[in-house]
């Protein structure tokens, strides 16, 4: 099929330039990284890929652009469903395409083709200036929150691992608990959102009908027990403070920047922590308790 003048490599490195191109396979061989591979344009294809009998060079390799495209799009309403459902296909595959166009696939696996999907729709969507943009703010909570349960789901887990009940953590005496650090499952995640879309995802999720929320900040922890992803929402004080646990910090120093006034602020948070405890560990977030060394 290819002119035995260009090597192997060469010709391998411009096939991928040009049925990449999103635009087409003709603008694909005008761009910079299919010429410094083999310097032709569409009247000189026939010197790499030769025509057929029903079909010219450049029909032959649109087949496999548009199929490297449909396989693309195809990942991504893979990765998206509930964006799909919202969206309805057509204007998600609009947005896919975009996104495609701008963070095309750089691995050799597309298991992480969609990653940055979510940050692309918060760095496109118009300002301010183009009006009420709230159900743009919307999806792009949505997209977030769908990634993240597809980390959860796929990412490494605590399926095999004993988990930290509540009774060792109830058994730690007061007078230690700012100086312990908890271990968290490694499927742990604390995502905060302008807009409370788990439930209008859950819905959508098992195809019921489903209106967009109001605004409203909100906090969601993400986790998996048994194989399956789990969320549940979190005050924003015990987001603050769960959010710097599972970075490391001892639960005191997670503590340390709340606004507490008063021994009344003190009190509440105490209270406020014993229930948090039994609420984290019975959903199975931590690993283990221990004591940080103190000087």
């Known amino acids: 099929m290819s002119n035995p003048t260009h090597d ?25 990284a299919a010429r410094a591979c083999i310097d032709i344009g569409p009247a000189e294809i026939e010197a790499v890929v030769l025509p057929s009998r029903h079909q010219t060079s ?4 649109e087949i496999y652009a548009r199929a490297y495209f449909a396989r693309l799009l195809e990942c991504m309403r893979a990765e998206y469903p509930v964006m799909v459902a919202a969206l309805g296909e057509e204007l998600f595959d609009q947005f896919a395409i975009a996104y495609l166009e701008e963070h095309p ?9 969609g990653a940055r999907f979510p940050e692309f729709l918060a760095e496109t969507r118009p300002g301010d200036a183009q009006g009420d943009n709230s159900w743009l703010d919307f999806l792009v909570d949505l997209a977030r929150l769908e990634w993240s349960i597809a980390e ?14 509540k009774d060792r953590i109830l058994a730690i005496p007061p007078e230690h608990w700012f100086d312990i650090r908890l271990v ?3 499927c742990l995640r604390v995502v905060r959102l302008d807009f409370p879309v788990q439930d209008y995802y859950r819905a959508l999720r098992t195809r019921q009908d489903a209106n967009p929320p109001e605004r409203a900040e909100t906090f ?18 015990e987001a603050h403070v769960l959010t710097a646990i599972v970075v490391g910090a001892t639960v005191g120093e997670a503590i ?40």
């Not at 450049?58 to 390799?61: A, F, G, I, K, W």
């Not at 048994?226 to 005050?235: A, C, M, T």
């Not at 003190?266 to 406020?272: D, I, M, S």
């Open 256 to 295: 340390s920047e709340l606004p507490l006034e008063s021994e009344a602020d003190v009190a509440e948070l105490a209270g406020q922590l014993r229930d948090w405890f039994r609420r984290w560990s019975a959903e199975g977030l931590f690993l283990d308790a221990t004591l940080a060394a103190t000087a």
């Open 152 to 165: 959860v789901f796929d990412g490494p887990g605590a399926e095999n691992s004993p988990l930290l009940d």
């Open 8 to 32: 192997l490599d060469r010709i391998q490195a411009w096939f991928q330039s040009v049925i990449m191109h999103s635009g087409g396979v003709e603008p694909g061989m005008r761009t910079d």
């Open 184 to 186: 968290p499952v490694p």
């Open 220 to 237: 969601l922890a993400i986790t998996r027990r048994n194989y399956v992803v789990r969320h549940f929402p979190l005050s924003p004080p």
């Open 58 to 61: 450049v029909e032959r390799l």
């Open 105 to 113: 696939s750089r691995s050799y696996t597309l298991d992480h083709l």
